[in-house]
């Protein structure tokens, strides 16, 4: 399939215009996919990520919509956190179902913090099919501090690196001392109270979701170590590792391999959607 055609498109939500841009293929079918962007990112993404993905994933026959937010890029409206934007996110799966009426089932694609909402909202629409979280956020201050402590300063101290740096006196060892001392004791302080700690609700919410998940973590990343650390021993999530590759993938490695995860979440949303019609 050739992609076709990208078309701007405005969503209504809440009362306030978000500025969204559509990727059409030529012959679309019955699987689409909506971008949730992260942090302070605009629809493009980083180093264009999110339009160079919308864009293959177009050219493979999927309807692709990417939007910003309110209070980012060219939307209307206040920034808010990214536990508030539910009715911009139902909203736009509206649209692109608007705009390709094909499209029965919705895939989000998101990252960071944009991964989190897109886990948080997923249970609640029976339109969403797949969800594709790349680096999911969940963090605390104590799991910030555990996630430092069990892999941070572990492969600080195994790194010739670090170590030139202590040498030639670029890294002061006493101050990196009393910094893994603070996170150790925030580490083993007692947990979040049940039902409020954002981990928590996270995991709950990817139990609770019903369609094909697919989880990407960078391996340089303390994000998504953070997640590893909140998923712990358990192993009834789908979750990939991606050697060397940083928060944003931002090597063409990392982006071919990150694509290459997406698109079989996608052949596995599509695959589900023609049993179901069987």
């Known amino acids: 399939m050739s992609f076709e055609m990208t078309r701007a498109a405005l969503i209504e939500a809440d009362g306030q215009r978000l500025v969204a841009t559509l990727q059409l293929p030529s012959t679309p079918g019955a699987v689409g996919v909506v971008f949730v962007t992260g942090g302070h990112q605009v629809r493009a993404g980083s180093h264009r990520q999110f339009l160079r993905l919308a864009r293959n994933f177009a050219a493979a026959g999927y309807p692709c919509l990417r939007f910003d937010l309110p209070g980012l ?122 039902g409020n700690a954002l981990p928590e609700r996270l995991l709950e919410a990817l139990h609770a979701f019903k369609g094909v998940l697919r989880i990407v973590i960078a391996e340089h990343d303390l994000t998504g170590q953070e997640f590893l650390q909140v998923l712990g021993s358990r192993a009834d999530l789908p979750c990939a590792s991606l050697s060397d590759a940083d928060h944003t993938f931002s090597s063409s490695r990392d982006h071919q391999r990150l694509a290459e995860h997406s698109l079989t979440l996608l052949g596995d949303v599509k695959a589900t959607a023609r049993q179901g019609q069987g």
């Open 73 to 194: 890029g060219d939307s209307e409206g206040v920034l808010r956190g990214f536990e508030d934007n539910v009715m911009a996110l139902r909203a736009a799966i509206d649209l692109l179902q608007k705009e390709m009426p094909s499209v029965e089932r919705i895939v989000l694609w998101g990252l960071c913090d944009g991964a989190s909402a897109a886990a948080l909202y997923a249970p609640a629409d029976p339109r969403v099919a797949g969800l594709l979280l790349a680096n999911p956020w969940v963090r605390t201050g104590q799991v910030q501090a555990k996630t430092l402590v069990a892999s941070y300063y572990r492969r600080q101290m195994a790194s010739w690196a670090f170590w030139r740096k202590v040498f030639t006196g670029r890294v002061g060892i006493l101050h990196s001392g009393r910094e893994w001392l603070r996170n150790w004791r925030i580490a083993r302080q007692a947990a979040d109270a049940p």
